[in-house]
């Protein structure tokens, strides 16, 4: 085959490529905020909804992070996104194993609940990130249809970003966007610790 053939081949390519890419653009016209649930057992759920916010607040946008679970860890991009004016709010109890009383869970997870309900009214928020936000569902701290309720009720231009496993099926179904990290390995079941900057 001469180079040119290639070529022309190559040109043919891209044009169908490009014929495709130019429709699905043009279909592509509504304009609204969506729900984005990044979910599965690999490792870069939270680093994806925190990259996000980052990318939003980049553009001058403003956003807001609820953080359910982990309220005892020392988690790096909070440190940052206060100082770009985030809202954040974070549970206050550590992990639910550590803690073992449902009771003092359920408080934890409704006070943070409470200050999302907030950020979930507030039209000004372009992005909320509502991680580990699953198992609080999942674990019945706070009621699906509850849930459902109020990102159903959201600002029309707001997106909302829920990360974490296990996600109820009727909060998956009103996801607009969902991305399942498969776990093809960790370092942590090598026995390699958890390191700041890297895992928090
Ligand atoms: P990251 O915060 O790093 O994006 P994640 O949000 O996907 O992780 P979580 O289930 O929230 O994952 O767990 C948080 C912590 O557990 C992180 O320190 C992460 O490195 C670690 N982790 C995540 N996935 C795995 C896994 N498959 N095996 C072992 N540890 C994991
Ligand atoms: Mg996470």
């Not at 180079?3 to 490009?18: G, L, N």
């Not at 992990?95 to 309900?117: G, Y």
């Not at 000004?124 to 699953?134: A, G, P």
């Given at each position: 085959?001469?180079?040119?053939?290639?070529?022309?081949?190559?040109?043919?390519?891209?044009?169908?490529?490009?014929?495709?890419?130019?429709?699905?653009?043009?279909?592509?016209?509504?304009e609204?905020?969506?729900?984005?649930?990044?979910?599965g057992?690999?490792?870069?759920?939270?680093?994806?909804g925190?990259?996000t916010?980052?990318?939003?607040?980049?553009?001058?946008?403003?956003a807001?992070?609820?953080?359910?679970?982990?309220?005892?860890?020392?988690?790096?991009?909070?440190?940052?996104?206060?100082?770009?004016?985030?809202?954040?709010?974070?549970?206050?109890?550590?992990?639910?194993?550590?803690?073992?009383?449902?009771?003092?869970?359920?408080?934890?997870?409704?006070e943070?609940?409470?200050?999302?309900?907030?950020?979930?009214?507030?039209?000004?928020?372009?992005?909320?990130?509502?991680?580990?936000?699953?198992?609080?569902?999942?674990?019945?701290?706070?009621?699906?249809?509850?849930?459902?309720?109020?990102?159903?009720?959201?600002?029309?231009?707001?997106?909302?970003?829920?990360?974490?496993?296990?996600?109820?099926q009727?909060?998956?179904?009103?996801?607009?966007?969902?991305?399942?990290?498969?776990?093809?390995?960790?370092?942590?079941?090598?026995?390699?610790?958890?390191?700041?900057?890297?895992?928090?």
């Amino acid at each position: 085959m001469t180079s040119s053939s290639t070529d022309d081949k190559y040109k043919q390519r891209m044009q169908r490529k490009k014929e495709h890419i130019d429709k699905k653009i043009a279909e592509a016209n509504e304009e609204r905020g969506i729900i984005i649930l990044i979910t599965g057992n690999g490792k870069g759920k939270s680093t994806s909804g925190f990259g996000t916010v980052l990318r939003c607040v980049g553009h001058g946008l403003k956003a807001g992070v609820a953080q359910f679970i982990k309220g005892k860890w020392d988690c790096g991009e909070r440190n940052i996104l206060e100082k770009l004016g985030v809202d954040f709010h974070v549970m206050g109890t550590g992990f639910t194993w550590d803690t073992q009383n449902k009771e003092l869970d359920t408080q934890a997870a409704q006070e943070v609940w409470q200050e999302t309900r907030k950020m979930l009214s507030n039209p000004e928020l372009t992005l909320v990130l509502l991680d580990e936000l699953t198992y609080i569902a999942r674990y019945g701290y706070i009621d699906t249809d509850e849930i459902i309720e109020a990102l159903n009720n959201r600002p029309k231009m707001q997106s909302v970003i829920i990360t974490g496993r296990g996600c109820p099926q009727p909060l998956t179904d009103i996801a607009d966007t969902i991305s399942e990290i498969k776990d093809v390995r960790h370092a942590y079941n090598s026995g390699v610790k958890a390191q700041k900057g890297i895992d928090w």
